[in-house]
């Protein structure tokens, strides 16, 4: 494919392109730097404060304690909620309480377990629930806080791709190109190519400087705590989803930058569908299972919930608002992504054949 | 005017490109017959906005024709011009490359892009004289290089057509100079060039053959020679004292010739400048001024851009001159005394 690597060459000729791995790795270093505090280990005198703290509270409980039990177990005994639990037998402070924690490298073991996010499955609900909760994706974690910064690198990806393609456009230089190689089919599909295979050390580059420097952090401050084979693997996965995610993202660039023909104008249409997809995510209800954001979220982190609030009105007039939680899996993520690229590529390819140019 | 073999470098037949956007439609090149032989320089000539830029795009397959066919070598583009595009080279309206890539990475692009030789980029750039500046980006080049520097790049193919769409626009005389002579040497080696141009001495030099365009159609073709022709032959202007003029007049007439009447001056038609002057001096009338006017190219263009002819294939429509349209020269002088010169003297406004 001769077309491809001319390509390919003259997408790391560009500065746009080199500009965007320079970007990458600030943006691995930032993510670095804002993980250090998470990933350091409690000091000494953290660790004193906190046990001075504790030895008061134990004072104050020594003196206090039965009057509030008996406060809290007078409440629990008002409540018409039969069932209701105050907790009043476990409110005898303890030293883990006031303990400083630092953020393990992936999630403790506590941090995993169903629940701790606030949201219980229930008997019927979807057993995925339980088993996103329990990924390294949830909960706090250097890992996680890794992932967050991923979706960096999917912008830079289609920000370069976008450019890679209007950039000649507006200079005119695609037509002298053109009177060069005028088969259109094959002009678009070395370009996309390209840009889907060339922008991939941006988003590997980034990605691999974010997560091997938290992880150095982490090892550092010896607070990786324990991973498990099943966690590489898990890693490893979200990199491949990753990369894939950034050939995607890339391609879409370009196809959103033939079709629009202005920069601002494909980067701008991409921040509003996004932007538009996370601020009014609970209103699209149901819907929020086409948002491409969820899909996203799914295709990397290997699923992915949302939640659906549900009102009811009883019998009484009184409006009870109810929250179910739906699952979207990584399939469906990745196909969805598939389905985006397929349909702007091919859209794309039509009119970069049919266009005239000046 | 095809040549022995009847092949034709360029042919369009009811070649029809109409623009459409939000305010409108603007026709482009309106049912276009157009033909260049084999070989040797074609001048495509038309004022501003009569559709050359739009012609050369719809050969060059950047533009999609509404309507008619064309064909490069026999080849029906844009149908089949893969095969018959790497024996055209050209550049339409300003050369256009990458802003920001030096003129080497630029031509290697293009080279690797059609598998020629990397050797080739350091060649023709030498060609061209842009060696010293080759690692510049493009972008801080100057008009006259960059026209330069896409001229390398259609040397890269080594093309048998070569097509340069006003190549001299906002060059110096000595930049049009030198795009004249490379545009005649390609003529003269045997490759077919077409020049388009809104200006006419630009072409007439160095053109075998024209083509002139007004409003999207052709509205005269042909050698130079018989363009010229068709306005009829040479004219020699004989300026005389005023009480001279009846007595000249009566004069050149009983000898035959056909005398109009121009302020002070007669124009004698189809006789040359010494014979007049001889059948005057004979009869003791002395002309104060004696300059032998040629029909011209610009002539024939002017005549025929403005006052276009519905259909726009009457070669007659030129006919109708005006005294500014016709130049005069001194005898055996074909041009102007620089392109300067020419250029200002032939430049015209928007035709549309
Ligand atoms: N991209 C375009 N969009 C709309 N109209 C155009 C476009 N390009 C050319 N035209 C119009 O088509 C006509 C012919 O233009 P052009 O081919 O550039 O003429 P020329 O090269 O002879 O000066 C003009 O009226 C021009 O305004
Ligand atoms: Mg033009």
Redesign the pocket.
Known sequence: MRLLRVELRRLWLRRVTWGGLLLALLIAGLAVLSQISAATPPSEREIAEAEEFYAQELEYWEEHGEEDVAACEESEADDPDPAADYGCDQMEPRLEWFLPTATTFVPAPEMREAGTDGIEPGDGDDPRIAEIQESIWSGWSGIGAAGEYAAAFLMLAFVVGVSFVTAEQSSGALGMWLTFEPRRSRVYWSKAAASAAGTLPLVVVGWLATAGGIYTLHAVFGTVGEVSGEDWAEIAGFSVRLVAAGAACAAIGTALGVLLRHAVAAVGAAAVVLWASVAFAFSFGSAQRWLPTVNLTAWLEGGTRYSVAEDVRDDAGVVTTTWTTEVVSATQGGLYLLAVVAVLTLAALVVFRRK?V? | MPTADGELAIETRGLR?T?R?VRGR????EGLDLQVPVGGVHGFL????????????MLLGL?RPDRGTASIFGHDVPRHLPDVVGRVGAIV?SPKFFPAFSARANLRLLADGIGAPRERVDAVIDQVGLSGRAKDRYRTYSLGMKQRLAIAATLLKDPDLLIF??PTNGLDPAGIHEIRRTMRGLGDQGKTVLV?S?ILAEVEQIADTVSI?AR?RLVASGSVAELIGGQGGPAVRVGLAADDVAIATSLLTSRGLVVRREDDALLVDGADAATVNRMLGEQGVWAGELTVRRADLESVFLGLTQHEVPGGRDHRGGRRRRKEEARDTTSGAGAASGPGAAVASTTMGED?
């Open positions: 005239d000046s | 490109k623009y956007s603007r026709v482009g090149v038309g004022p501003n906005g009569s559709g050359k830029t739009t012609t050369i795009r533009v309206e769409d006003e388009s809104h365009v999207g549309a």
